[in-house]
């Protein structure tokens, strides 16, 4: 049997007392069997989280009416009645007592800090939602925001839904074509843009990559620049500066309309590393009540809280951040490196701010603690009850540094969902304890599991890895791909043939997510990378985060990559590895981490070749793209390199290769 994880952390009684998930079981009388409940009558357990949530808008008598037989799970439906507006959601603390409290807080590299209150937020997004009017934009319409993460990005989206336009972002470090491969798919109406950003202690110029962009999107009638960091000189001909659009509509300000709980609300991308990236429809309603149970219930916020998640426009999980504001709390935008201008600043941040839940990667957590950060010598953190930590599976060493190095009271939040349902599929639960190495379970009305190749519940068996799937329906399954179908926009009763081959053909009924994922024994669960990348030498399958895990845990190795490269009709183990400076790759280093990944693991994780190289790919949210690699290795295509920050480095890796066979 697999060795017991252990407990890194168990909430008082105390706090389990006053956490929303206790007091949510004791209203529906299910502390024992929550999560069973919330699966077994999904009609009870959403109209429950509609109404404890506080959700707004008009209910309906109709809560779910499932799928035909036969047909995928999307296309069931949650509150076919109801109608609901975002705006009136995240605002309802404008006009009131609270109005004058700060909504958002937006602090960038250089130190510059701004702000909206309550009101100030509810009357802006009224201006622009009269703006966008002004210029056309009509129910069904796009409006797309190349921006940084910042105060202009949220009231830009919050405007754009308040008419029931369909709101879509990117962030600024995109290239041109990756911006046009993006946008231009969904045609939108109005563009917003920015000027120029700063990362990492540089500037970087925008516009002379946003007249390219202008072009590659005939059907802006309007393009707003955010004029936020000047860099060099362009014409500005034919921009409407960003305060006088905004003042525009001021005069007339729109309130927010209601639309169905299908309408759509964004437009996200999947990667775009196996080809032009898919554009991903979300629905209003399901994503709305998808962040405020996970949010309410998962994350214990509520009107007292800050927020902020380390991310970018171009990453769900700015969505997701943003949505804090419909629980009431206060979202904190931070845009710059992290790291810059000290290595501790986003806990610097934790601190001025009094940051109650704190949002990072996985791969921010490593690079912290194999940089010897210990902030808990160094700040009060007092404020701070949660971190979340998503975007690749997080190493138990990763645990144990939130714990050691930065807060022992300290609710660590492993999640994991992804782009296609804008949300988590398991993640974190205040009431129970925290395992090292462990995400604490499946979230409340998603009926995941890992499932084995016929489909079977590996729930009993602690350690083996499946696939992870959802096999119940649940609100955020996207509506469908923009052009993906009869008539481009899509039909969430119609899915058309590429939403389909994502997510239902591999296991009829259920979605499967394309993560390899195991059970433990404590019903928690470990994620082992993407399935899609899932090794398969001599026909046995292996999750390549099983060997990145054991091999990130030198000190000298910064990050690692593992691909097969196939040979011999069979498929050879390929690690590379980034290493600190002034490390070489010794045969007594590959030595170590072969034996380190032989134990740890088995004789078949056991890389053929370990090759030291200078840099990995990536994508523009800082993952690595294993699957770019692989197909560069053997020979196949890499589409859409545009989605990729480093492509060069992809062809270095291929030619250092070929001297390594």
């Known amino acids: 049997m697999p060795q017991l994880a252990k407990a890194l952390w168990t909430p008082t009684v105390e706090r389990i007392a006053k956490s929303r998930m206790n007091l949510f079981a004791k209203k529906v009388n299910k502390t024992a069997d929550l999560h069973a409940w919330s699966v077994a009558q999904p009609s009870e357990f959403w109209s429950q989280v509609w109404d404890d949530c506080g959700v707004i808008g008009h209910k309906g008598d109709r809560v779910f009416i499932p799928n035909s037989a036969g047909t995928p799970i999307s296309t069931a439906k949650f509150f076919p009645d109801a109608q609901l507006s975002v705006v009136e959601n995240f605002l309802r603390k404008s006009g009131t007592a609270h109005g004058v409290s700060e909504a958002l807080v937006a602090i960038d590299e250089s130190g510059s800090r701004r702000s909206r209150t309550w009101d100030e937020l509810a009357l802006r997004v009224a201006a622009i939602a009269s703006a966008l009017r002004q210029h056309g934009v009509v129910a069904g319409d796009r409006v797309a925001a190349w921006l940084p993460n910042s105060l202009e990005a949220v009231e830009v989206m919050l405007g754009a839904v308040s008419i029931g336009a369909v709101f879509s972002s990117a962030s600024p470090d995109f290239g041109a074509n990756g911006v046009i491969d993006r946008f231009g798919q969904i045609e939108p109406k109005v563009l917003v843009a920015v000027d120029g950003y700063r990362y990492n202690g540089k500037d970087f110029d925008c516009l002379e990559r946003l007249a390219q962009i202008r072009t590659g999107l005939p059907t802006v009638v309007a393009t707003v620049l955010v004029n936020n960091l000047s860099v060099g000189e362009h014409s500005r001909e034919g921009l409407l500066e960003y305060e006088k659009f905004v003042s525009s509509g001021l005069s007339s300000p729109v309130a927010p309309q209601r639309f169905a709980f299908d309408h759509p609300w964004y437009v996200l991308y999947s990667s775009g590393t196996t080809g032009v990236p898919k554009c991903i429809v979300h629905r209003t309603g399901g994503v709305l009540i998808q962040h405020m149970k996970e949010h309410q219930l998962h994350c214990d916020l509520g009107e007292d809280d800050r927020v902020m998640y380390f991310t970018t426009t171009g990453w769900m999980m700015w969505n997701w951040l943003v949505s804090v504001l419909a629980s009431g709390a206060s979202a904190v935008l931070f845009d710059g490196a992290p790291a810059a201008p000290n290595t501790a600043r986003l806990f610097d941040i934790v601190d001025s701010e009094k ?307």
């Open 355 to 661: 940051i109650t839940l704190l949002g990072v990667s996985a791969k921010y957590i490593d690079s912290m603690r194999k940089a010897g950060i210990d902030p808990r010598a160094s700040h009060i953190l007092q404020s701070l009850h949660t971190i979340c930590s998503t975007g690749s599976p997080l190493s138990p060493e990763g645990f144990d540094w939130v714990y050691t190095s930065v807060k022992q009271d300290v609710h660590l939040s492993s999640i994991s969902g992804g782009t296609d349902l804008c949300a988590c599929f398991v993640g974190g639960d205040p009431t129970q304890p925290v395992y090292r190495g462990e995400i604490q379970g499946p979230m409340l009305g998603m009926a995941s599991d890992a499932v084995d190749d016929k489909s079977n519940s590996l729930i009993d068996q602690p350690g083996i890895a499946g696939e992870l799937v959802c096999r119940q329906p649940f609100p955020s399954t996207p509506i469908g791909f923009w052009n993906d179908g009869r008539d481009g926009a899509p039909d969430p009763m119609h899915p058309g043939p590429k939403y389909l081959s994502a997510y239902f053909e591999r296991i009829p009924g259920m979605w499967a997510q394309g993560d390899f994922a195991s059970w433990t024994q404590h019903q928690g669960i470990v994620i082992h990378g993407r399935s899609d990348t899932t090794l398969n030498p001599g026909g046995v399958r292996i999750g390549t985060a099983e060997i990145t895990r054991v091999v990130e845990q030198l000190p000298n190795v910064l990050e690692s990559l593992v691909f097969g490269q196939e040979q011999d009709n069979d498929v050879r183990i390929v690690l590379l590895v980034r290493l600190i400076d002034g490390s070489m790759l010794t045969d007594e280093l590959v030595g170590d981490i072969k034996s380190r990944i032989r134990v740890a693991c088995t004789p078949r994780h056991v890389p053929a070749l370990v090759v030291q190289v200078s840099d990995l790919p990536r994508t523009r949210s800082n993952k690595l793209v294993e699957l770019a690699v692989a197909d560069a290795v053997n020979g196949r295509p890499v589409r859409n390199s545009e989605a990729i920050a480093n492509p060069e480095c992809i062809w270095q890796i291929v030619e250092l290769l070929k001297s390594q066979r």
